[in-house]
């Protein structure tokens, strides 16, 4: 459990420093790779191919671990994520990573989930429930 979440660890580092610290050997050759908002990336090359090219156009300015939960040969990471993009947008979100582990220890099926920071209670007013207007965000 112990290496798993050093693993994890080291994968958000990778984001947090913008540099490529042992991709290869932390994902399986054949690892799945789902974003909570829909992309998918097959293959240890597909995942690289996305980290150097999304790190030109933004950076991870906070993925802060909360705690961890292990299961068999799978770990669950809840964590709080913000970045800035360089045409000016920003994201902050909370959320949570599925990730499995193969038998060398790599991971080798990863799925994010994420959580809008902008709750409410639609029924704070009474039976009919009031929304928000925010433009709704499917991470």
């Given at each position: 459990?112990?290496?798993r ?12 420093e ?16 789902v ?8 293959g ?12 030109t ?12 939960f ?7 990471v809840?964590?709080f ?41 639609p029924?704070c ?7 928000s207007?925010?433009q709704?965000?499917w991470?």
């Amino acid at each position: 459990m112990d290496e798993r979440e050093k693993a994890v660890r080291l994968w958000f580092s990778m984001w947090l420093e913008k540099k490529d610290l042992g991709i290869r050997r932390l994902f399986s050759p054949n690892c799945v790779y789902v974003e909570s908002w829909g992309p998918e990336y097959h293959g240890v090359e597909g995942i690289r191919l996305w980290f150097e090219e999304w790190n030109t156009r933004g950076t991870v300015l906070k993925w802060d671990i909360r705690q961890f939960f292990h299961k068999g040969n799978q770990t669950v990471v809840e964590w709080f994520f913000q970045n800035q993009m360089n045409d000016g947008r920003a994201e902050v979100f909370e959320g949570m990573t599925l990730a499995a582990f193969d038998a060398n220890g790599q991971i080798c099926f990863l799925k994010e989930f994420g959580c809008n920071l902008n709750r409410y209670d639609p029924y704070c007013g009474g039976p009919k429930p009031q929304f928000s207007n925010e433009q709704t965000r499917w991470f």
